[in-house]
Nanobody, 128 residues
Framework: QVHLEESGGGLEQAGGSLRLSCATS????????IAWFRQAPGKAREGVAC????????YYADSVKGRFTISRDNVKNMVYLEMNNLKPEDTAVYLC?????????????????????WGQGTQVTVSS
């Protein structure tokens, strides 16, 4: 049974850092594409960072490039999102997602409809 569980969210001041973790189980992580999405109240779910399962290519939303880094540990079955220089507009629920499909384009990697498995999310709040 596939399971993803996020942790590491919280309240942080603007300019600060947080590291989100996603514990995975029930599947072989290194053959899955994984991603972090976020959803703020009243807004659509947004692909923040994606890591492909074909060549480990990464995708980042323009709003987080240079500040966020996605990574995975296939031995520990963990996925991470390192977030630096946080801004109030980063406030959202952050969700970890996975799919066995090969996502060859940035648009596919950032499309929540392409992912089969989701965690429950962790709240990130950035104060100004």
């Amino acid at each position: 049974q596939v399971h993803l569980e996020e942790s590491g969210g919280g309240l942080e001041q603007a300019g600060g850092s947080l590291r989100l973790s996603c514990a995975t189980s029930g599947f072989t992580l290194d053959v899955y594409a994984i991603a972090w999405f976020r959803q703020a109240p009243g807004k659509a779910r947004e692909g923040v960072a994606c890591l492909s399962n074909s060549d480990d290519a990464t995708y980042y939303a323009d709003s987080v490039k240079g500040r966020f880094t996605i990574s995975r540990d296939n031995v520990k079955n963990m996925v991470y999102l390192e977030m630096n220089n946080l801004k109030p507009e980063d406030t959202a629920v952050y969700l970890c997602a996975a799919t066995s499909a090969y996502l060859w384009t940035n648009s596919a990697q950032a499309d929540p409809g392409r992912y089969d498995y989701w965690g429950q999310g962790t709240q990130v709040t950035v104060s100004s």
